[in-house]
Protein backbone atom coordinates (compact mmCIF):
# COMPACT_ATOMS: atom_id res chain seq x y z
CA UNK A 1 0.00 0.00 0.00
CA UNK A 2 2.71 2.56 1.02
CA UNK A 3 4.34 1.61 -2.39
CA UNK A 4 1.20 2.40 -4.46
CA UNK A 5 0.23 5.91 -2.89
CA UNK A 6 4.38 6.48 -3.41
CA UNK A 7 3.66 5.82 -6.99
CA UNK A 8 0.57 8.02 -7.25
CA UNK A 9 2.14 10.75 -5.42
CA UNK A 10 5.36 11.21 -7.87
CA UNK A 11 2.38 10.62 -10.98
CA UNK A 12 0.36 13.44 -9.41
CA UNK A 13 3.65 16.08 -8.84
CA UNK A 14 4.48 14.91 -12.70
CA UNK A 15 1.41 15.58 -13.53
CA UNK A 16 0.93 18.86 -11.96
CA UNK A 17 4.59 20.13 -13.08
CA UNK A 18 3.77 19.20 -16.28
CA UNK A 19 0.40 20.94 -16.87
CA UNK A 20 2.05 24.29 -14.73
CA UNK A 21 4.72 24.22 -17.43
CA UNK A 22 2.87 23.16 -21.07
CA UNK A 23 -0.24 24.43 -20.39
CA UNK A 24 -1.26 27.17 -23.35
CA UNK A 25 2.66 28.02 -23.26
CA UNK A 26 2.14 29.51 -26.49
CA UNK A 27 -0.30 32.15 -25.51
CA UNK A 28 1.33 35.22 -23.50
CA UNK A 29 3.23 37.75 -25.80
CA UNK A 30 7.10 37.01 -25.73
CA UNK A 31 9.24 39.07 -23.47
CA UNK A 32 11.82 41.31 -25.06
CA UNK A 33 14.40 38.77 -23.96
CA UNK A 34 12.64 36.17 -25.13
CA UNK A 35 12.29 37.72 -28.77
CA UNK A 36 16.43 38.56 -28.64
CA UNK A 37 17.17 34.33 -27.97
CA UNK A 38 14.58 33.42 -30.71
CA UNK A 39 16.76 35.79 -33.57
CA UNK A 40 20.07 34.58 -32.24
CA UNK A 41 18.64 31.20 -32.40
CA UNK A 42 17.02 31.52 -35.65
CA UNK A 43 20.48 33.03 -36.79
CA UNK A 44 22.53 29.80 -36.04
CA UNK A 45 19.92 27.95 -37.72
CA UNK A 46 19.78 29.73 -40.58
CA UNK A 47 24.08 30.38 -40.99
CA UNK A 48 24.62 26.15 -39.28
CA UNK A 49 25.32 27.19 -36.41
CA UNK A 50 26.89 30.49 -34.98
CA UNK A 51 29.73 32.34 -32.77
CA UNK A 52 29.97 33.00 -28.88
CA UNK A 53 29.64 36.76 -28.05
CA UNK A 54 31.49 37.46 -24.98
CA UNK A 55 30.43 40.67 -24.45
CA UNK A 56 26.35 40.74 -24.86
CA UNK A 57 25.72 36.91 -25.48
CA UNK A 58 24.94 33.76 -22.74
CA UNK A 59 26.00 30.20 -23.53
CA UNK A 60 25.19 28.09 -26.26
CA UNK A 61 23.10 25.43 -25.26
CA UNK A 62 19.88 26.91 -25.03
CA UNK A 63 20.23 27.86 -29.02
CA UNK A 64 21.55 24.62 -29.56
CA UNK A 65 18.68 22.69 -28.03
CA UNK A 66 16.33 25.47 -29.04
CA UNK A 67 17.36 24.88 -32.81
CA UNK A 68 17.27 21.19 -32.36
CA UNK A 69 13.42 21.33 -30.88
CA UNK A 70 12.55 23.63 -33.73
CA UNK A 71 13.97 21.21 -36.43
CA UNK A 72 12.50 18.17 -35.59
CA UNK A 73 9.02 20.16 -35.40
CA UNK A 74 10.04 21.04 -39.05
CA UNK A 75 10.51 25.00 -38.05
CA UNK A 76 13.62 25.72 -40.04
CA UNK A 77 13.87 29.56 -39.35
CA UNK A 78 12.77 32.60 -38.07
CA UNK A 79 9.51 32.37 -39.93
CA UNK A 80 8.70 29.48 -38.89
CA UNK A 81 9.50 28.58 -35.33
CA UNK A 82 6.98 29.16 -32.74
CA UNK A 83 6.69 30.36 -29.13
CA UNK A 84 5.53 27.10 -28.02
CA UNK A 85 8.52 25.32 -29.55
CA UNK A 86 10.42 27.80 -27.84
CA UNK A 87 9.21 27.95 -24.34
CA UNK A 88 9.42 24.05 -24.60
CA UNK A 89 12.80 24.04 -23.93
CA UNK A 90 13.12 25.53 -20.39
CA UNK A 91 10.06 24.00 -19.64
CA UNK A 92 10.89 20.43 -20.39
CA UNK A 93 14.67 21.28 -18.39
CA UNK A 94 12.26 22.65 -15.31
CA UNK A 95 10.15 18.93 -15.35
CA UNK A 96 13.34 17.52 -15.09
CA UNK A 97 14.45 19.13 -11.92
CA UNK A 98 11.04 17.74 -10.54
CA UNK A 99 11.96 14.78 -11.52
CA UNK A 100 15.73 14.95 -9.75
CA UNK A 101 14.82 13.79 -6.21
CA UNK A 102 13.99 10.60 -7.24
CA UNK A 103 17.44 10.24 -6.76
CA UNK A 104 17.78 11.11 -3.50
CA UNK A 105 15.23 8.98 -1.58
CA UNK A 106 17.82 6.47 0.15
CA UNK A 107 19.25 9.62 1.39
CA UNK A 108 16.52 11.39 2.88
CA UNK A 109 13.85 8.70 2.69
CA UNK A 110 10.71 8.63 0.38
CA UNK A 111 8.54 10.88 1.84
CA UNK A 112 11.68 13.79 1.80
CA UNK A 113 12.23 13.12 -1.88
CA UNK A 114 8.49 13.36 -2.73
CA UNK A 115 8.17 16.49 -0.83
CA UNK A 116 11.14 18.26 -2.31
CA UNK A 117 9.68 17.06 -6.22
CA UNK A 118 6.21 18.98 -5.03
CA UNK A 119 8.06 22.33 -3.73
CA UNK A 120 10.54 22.35 -7.18
CA UNK A 121 6.79 21.64 -9.12
CA UNK A 122 4.55 24.10 -7.67
CA UNK A 123 7.27 26.68 -6.32
CA UNK A 124 5.83 30.15 -8.28
CA UNK A 125 9.27 31.72 -8.92
CA UNK A 126 10.29 28.47 -10.71
CA UNK A 127 7.12 27.82 -12.26
CA UNK A 128 6.97 31.62 -14.01
CA UNK A 129 10.56 30.86 -15.50
CA UNK A 130 10.18 27.38 -16.77
CA UNK A 131 7.32 29.33 -19.25
CA UNK A 132 9.66 31.74 -20.73
CA UNK A 133 12.84 30.86 -23.27
CA UNK A 134 15.56 32.06 -21.31
CA UNK A 135 18.46 29.86 -20.13
CA UNK A 136 17.61 29.96 -16.52
CA UNK A 137 15.97 26.40 -15.65
CA UNK A 138 18.97 24.98 -17.96
CA UNK A 139 20.80 26.66 -15.91
CA UNK A 140 18.91 25.14 -12.82
CA UNK A 141 18.50 21.54 -14.48
CA UNK A 142 22.36 21.20 -14.73
CA UNK A 143 22.79 22.91 -11.31
CA UNK A 144 20.59 20.20 -9.44
CA UNK A 145 22.28 17.62 -11.30
CA UNK A 146 24.98 18.51 -10.38
CA UNK A 147 24.66 18.82 -7.04
CA UNK A 148 22.50 15.44 -7.12
CA UNK A 149 25.62 13.64 -8.29
CA UNK A 150 27.77 14.75 -5.90
CA UNK A 151 25.26 13.68 -3.13
CA UNK A 152 25.03 10.47 -4.46
CA UNK A 153 28.44 9.48 -4.14
CA UNK A 154 30.08 11.57 -4.62
CA UNK A 155 30.00 10.88 -8.40
CA UNK A 156 33.05 13.33 -9.35
CA UNK A 157 33.04 13.05 -12.97
CA UNK A 158 29.05 13.23 -13.74
CA UNK A 159 29.29 16.63 -11.49
CA UNK A 160 31.75 17.70 -13.90
CA UNK A 161 29.63 17.67 -16.61
CA UNK A 162 26.95 18.56 -15.67
CA UNK A 163 29.10 21.97 -14.37
CA UNK A 164 30.39 22.04 -17.60
CA UNK A 165 27.00 22.02 -19.15
CA UNK A 166 26.42 24.78 -16.43
CA UNK A 167 29.06 26.99 -17.79
CA UNK A 168 27.67 26.38 -21.31
CA UNK A 169 24.56 27.38 -20.54
CA UNK A 170 25.23 31.13 -18.66
CA UNK A 171 28.38 32.64 -17.01
CA UNK A 172 26.59 32.56 -13.86
CA UNK A 173 27.84 29.21 -13.64
CA UNK A 174 30.81 31.07 -12.15
CA UNK A 175 29.19 32.08 -8.64
CA UNK A 176 27.50 28.58 -8.34
CA UNK A 177 31.01 27.18 -8.45
CA UNK A 178 32.32 29.32 -6.09
CA UNK A 179 29.60 29.17 -3.77
CA UNK A 180 29.53 25.24 -3.87
CA UNK A 181 33.48 25.71 -3.13
CA UNK A 182 33.21 28.10 -0.29
CA UNK A 183 30.70 26.15 1.07
CA UNK A 184 32.78 22.62 1.36
CA UNK A 185 34.46 23.05 4.81
CA UNK A 186 30.85 23.07 6.44
CA UNK A 187 30.58 19.56 5.54
CA UNK A 188 33.38 18.29 7.82
CA UNK A 189 32.71 17.46 11.55
CA UNK A 190 35.74 18.79 12.77
CA UNK A 191 38.21 21.42 11.25
CA UNK A 192 40.86 19.05 11.44
CA UNK A 193 39.36 16.92 8.98
CA UNK A 194 38.97 19.34 6.33
CA UNK A 195 42.35 18.97 5.40
CA UNK A 196 42.06 14.83 4.96
CA UNK A 197 39.16 15.26 2.64
CA UNK A 198 40.94 17.64 0.34
CA UNK A 199 43.78 15.35 0.58
CA UNK A 200 41.54 12.52 -0.16
CA UNK A 201 39.49 14.13 -2.89
CA UNK A 202 41.55 16.68 -4.60
CA UNK A 203 42.52 14.53 -7.77
CA UNK A 204 38.87 13.64 -8.18
CA UNK A 205 37.89 17.57 -7.91
CA UNK A 206 40.47 18.17 -10.35
CA UNK A 207 39.46 15.26 -12.92
CA UNK A 208 35.73 17.08 -12.70
CA UNK A 209 37.31 20.34 -13.32
CA UNK A 210 39.34 19.60 -15.72
CA UNK A 211 35.81 17.55 -17.28
CA UNK A 212 33.76 20.57 -16.75
CA UNK A 213 35.99 22.77 -18.42
CA UNK A 214 36.19 20.26 -22.19
CA UNK A 215 32.43 20.07 -21.85
CA UNK A 216 32.32 23.57 -21.97
CA UNK A 217 35.39 24.30 -24.40
CA UNK A 218 33.05 21.86 -26.81
CA UNK A 219 30.01 23.91 -27.33
CA UNK A 220 31.65 27.33 -26.95
CA UNK A 221 33.67 26.57 -29.89
CA UNK A 222 30.27 24.89 -31.85
CA UNK A 223 32.19 21.57 -31.85
CA UNK A 224 35.48 22.77 -32.54
CA UNK A 225 34.45 24.87 -35.56
CA UNK A 226 35.50 28.00 -34.23
CA UNK A 227 37.95 27.34 -31.72
CA UNK A 228 38.34 31.39 -30.59
CA UNK A 229 35.23 29.88 -28.42
CA UNK A 230 36.99 28.83 -26.46
CA UNK A 231 39.10 31.76 -25.68
CA UNK A 232 35.61 33.98 -25.85
CA UNK A 233 34.30 31.52 -22.84
CA UNK A 234 37.22 33.07 -20.50
CA UNK A 235 36.87 36.43 -21.36
CA UNK A 236 33.05 36.66 -20.80
CA UNK A 237 33.54 36.34 -17.19
CA UNK A 238 35.64 40.06 -17.61
CA UNK A 239 34.09 41.90 -20.35
CA UNK A 240 30.45 40.92 -20.25
CA UNK A 241 28.57 44.47 -20.22
CA UNK A 242 25.06 43.65 -18.42
CA UNK A 243 21.65 46.38 -19.46
CA UNK A 244 21.60 49.00 -17.79
CA UNK A 245 18.28 49.34 -15.07
CA UNK A 246 18.16 46.57 -12.91
CA UNK A 247 20.30 47.79 -9.80
CA UNK A 248 18.97 46.90 -7.13
CA UNK A 249 19.74 47.63 -3.30
CA UNK A 250 21.87 44.79 -1.31
CA UNK A 251 18.68 43.80 0.44
CA UNK A 252 16.49 43.58 -2.82
CA UNK A 253 16.40 39.29 -3.00
CA UNK A 254 15.99 38.99 0.84
CA UNK A 255 12.72 41.61 0.94
CA UNK A 256 11.29 39.96 -2.53
CA UNK A 257 11.74 36.60 -2.25
CA UNK A 258 11.12 36.40 1.88
CA UNK A 259 7.14 37.94 1.54
CA UNK A 260 6.76 38.84 -2.05
CA UNK A 261 4.10 41.77 -2.13
CA UNK A 262 2.74 41.04 -5.37
CA UNK A 263 1.05 37.76 -4.06
CA UNK A 264 -1.80 39.61 -2.38
CA UNK A 265 -1.09 38.18 1.04
CA UNK A 266 0.05 34.84 -0.38
CA UNK A 267 3.50 35.71 0.61
CA UNK A 268 3.74 33.67 3.66
CA UNK A 269 4.56 30.73 1.49
CA UNK A 270 7.71 31.20 0.40
CA UNK A 271 8.18 32.81 4.34
CA UNK A 272 7.79 29.09 5.26
CA UNK A 273 10.05 27.54 2.53
CA UNK A 274 12.95 29.90 4.07
CA UNK A 275 11.83 28.66 7.78
CA UNK A 276 11.53 24.76 7.39
CA UNK A 277 15.07 25.17 5.24
CA UNK A 278 16.24 27.25 8.30
CA UNK A 279 15.21 25.14 10.64
CA UNK A 280 16.68 21.74 9.00
CA UNK A 281 19.78 23.81 8.82
CA UNK A 282 20.06 24.42 12.16
CA UNK A 283 19.32 21.26 13.33
CA UNK A 284 22.40 19.34 11.35
CA UNK A 285 24.72 21.23 13.54
CA UNK A 286 23.56 19.31 16.56
CA UNK A 287 26.67 17.89 18.10
CA UNK A 288 25.16 14.71 17.53
CA UNK A 289 24.60 15.05 14.24
CA UNK A 290 28.43 15.64 13.47
CA UNK A 291 29.53 12.96 11.67
CA UNK A 292 25.81 11.96 9.57
CA UNK A 293 26.55 11.85 5.67
CA UNK A 294 22.94 13.61 5.73
CA UNK A 295 23.80 16.58 8.12
CA UNK A 296 27.06 17.32 6.58
CA UNK A 297 24.88 17.10 2.98
CA UNK A 298 22.98 20.34 4.79
CA UNK A 299 25.39 21.91 6.59
CA UNK A 300 27.10 21.93 2.76
CA UNK A 301 23.97 23.10 0.94
CA UNK A 302 22.66 25.54 3.06
CA UNK A 303 25.77 27.25 3.66
CA UNK A 304 26.65 27.29 -0.35
CA UNK A 305 22.49 28.53 -0.60
CA UNK A 306 23.57 31.69 1.53
CA UNK A 307 26.57 32.21 -0.14
CA UNK A 308 24.63 32.22 -3.52
CA UNK A 309 22.58 35.24 -2.51
CA UNK A 310 24.98 36.80 -0.55
CA UNK A 311 27.35 37.07 -3.73
CA UNK A 312 24.02 38.11 -5.40
CA UNK A 313 22.83 40.72 -3.21
CA UNK A 314 26.31 42.40 -3.32
CA UNK A 315 26.14 42.57 -7.26
CA UNK A 316 24.56 45.89 -7.97
CA UNK A 317 22.42 44.26 -11.01
CA UNK A 318 19.39 41.87 -9.68
CA UNK A 319 17.18 40.22 -11.58
CA UNK A 320 14.38 37.84 -10.33
CA UNK A 321 15.62 35.00 -12.28
CA UNK A 322 19.01 35.08 -10.52
CA UNK A 323 17.60 33.49 -7.89
CA UNK A 324 15.87 30.62 -9.45
CA UNK A 325 18.89 28.11 -9.25
CA UNK A 326 19.84 29.07 -5.31
CA UNK A 327 15.63 29.08 -5.02
CA UNK A 328 15.59 25.64 -6.01
CA UNK A 329 18.34 24.75 -3.37
CA UNK A 330 16.54 26.67 -0.48
CA UNK A 331 13.25 24.14 -2.13
CA UNK A 332 15.57 20.89 -1.36
CA UNK A 333 16.84 22.72 2.17
CA UNK A 334 12.97 23.08 3.05
CA UNK A 335 11.66 19.74 2.05
CA UNK A 336 14.90 17.99 4.22
CA UNK A 337 13.39 18.89 7.49
CA UNK A 338 10.47 16.08 6.79
CA UNK A 339 13.47 14.12 7.07
CA UNK A 340 14.15 15.33 11.08
CA UNK A 341 10.51 13.43 11.84
CA UNK A 342 10.59 10.32 13.59
CA UNK A 343 9.39 7.13 11.34
CA UNK A 344 10.44 9.12 8.42
CA UNK A 345 14.40 8.94 8.01
CA UNK A 346 15.88 10.51 11.04
CA UNK A 347 19.36 11.81 9.89
CA UNK A 348 20.72 11.40 13.27
Known amino acids: MNRVLLIAGWLVVTGVAYFLRFEKLETRPMHFDEATGAR??????????????????????????????????????????????LRSVPALASLLVVLLPLWWRRAFGHGAALLMAGFLATCPLLVYYSRMFIHEMLLVLCGMAAITALVRGPRWIAAGICTGLMTATKETAAISVIAWVSAAPLAAARRDEIAGWIRAQWRRAAAASVTALLVAALLYTDGLRHPRGALDMILTFFIYETVPGHDKPATWYLTSLLWPSSWNGAGWI???????????????????????????????????????????????????????????????????????????????
Open 270 to 348: HALLIASAVASCALAWRPQCATSRNAQIIRWLGGATAIHFLIYSVIAYKTPWLACLPWAMVCVLAASAWAWIPKTRPIA
Open 40 to 85: VTASRMENDGGKFDPKHGHGPMLWNLAATACRIRGEDGWKTMREAT
